[in-house]
Structures are given as structure tokens and as C-alpha cells.
């Protein structure tokens, strides 16, 4: 059974930064594409970046670009989400999770289409 696993959360003051980690593991994994999302309390999860394990530009929502960098490392099955100038209203539990294929902005940002998800590492960010 392929699990994705996150790491990589932790306190950090406001203007730090974090890496996060998204390793999957299990003996077959089928993945196209790879996101990055969060949750806060009360509020719905949202969409941060995602990238393809492919050649190709990653997507961002526009709260982090210029701020977060997602990437990959194929080999070993591990996507990225690198966070700086990180702002207490980054706090949230951020999740990754794997999608069967690529497509708009607006496809990659609808949680709904992922298919498999990670347990989430908390991000906090204190001002």
C-alpha cells in the first residue's frame, strides 16, 4: 500500500524558514503530479503549489509565489515545498498529495482530484 508521508513542520518566527518533505512510499506508486496544500482552523483547505514529476513550470497560488519553491527528486520519490518570508498567516497543517495527471492551474488547484493524501505536518509561524 503507497503512503505519502510529510515531515519537516515545526515552530518558526515570522521571516524564518522551513522545508518540508513529501516521501511516498510503498511498493508501486502511480503519480503524475504532486501538490501542496494547507489547512488552518476554520478554514478550508487550500491549494499551494504543485509540480509534475515531469520536465515543466510548478504552479503556485499567488499568497506564496515568490515565497515557496516546490520541487522534486524523482529517485527518490520526494517532493519539496521549500518556505521563506514565512508569515504567522502561513500557519496551517499542510498536507501533499498525489494526482493522476496534469492540468490548469484551476485543475491542479481543486483538492477533489487528488487522489491520495499524506497525515499533514503543522506549520506555525509566531510573530
Known amino acids: 500500500q503507497v503512503q505519502l508521508v510529510e515531515s519537516g513542520g515545526g515552530l518558526v518566527q515570522a521571516g524564518g524558514s522551513l522545508r518540508l518533505s513529501c516521501a511516498a512510499s510503498?511498493?508501486?506508486?502511480?503519480?503524475?503530479?504532486m501538490g501542496w496544500f494547507r489547512q488552518a482552523p476554520e478554514k478550508e483547505r487550500e491549494f499551494v503549489a504543485a509540480i509534475r514529476w515531469t520536465a515543466g513550470s510548478p504552479y503556485y497560488a499567488d499568497s506564496v509565489k515568490g515565497r515557496f519553491t516546490i520541487s522534486r527528486d524523482n529517485a527518490k520519490n520526494t517532493v519539496y515545498l521549500q518556505m521563506n518570508s514565512l508569515k504567522p498567516e502561513d500557519t496551517a497543517v499542510y498536507y501533499c498529495?498525489?494526482?493522476?495527471?496534469?492540468?490548469?492551474?484551476?485543475?491542479?488547484?481543486?483538492?477533489?482530484?487528488?487522489?491520495?493524501w499524506g497525515q499533514g505536518t503543522q506549520v506555525t509561524v509566531s510573530s
Open positions: 498529495a498525489s494526482h493522476r495527471r496534469w492540468g490548469t492551474i484551476a485543475t491542479m488547484m481543486a483538492a477533489h482530484e487528488y487522489d491520495l
Open positions: 510503498g511498493r508501486t506508486f502511480s503519480s503524475y503530479a
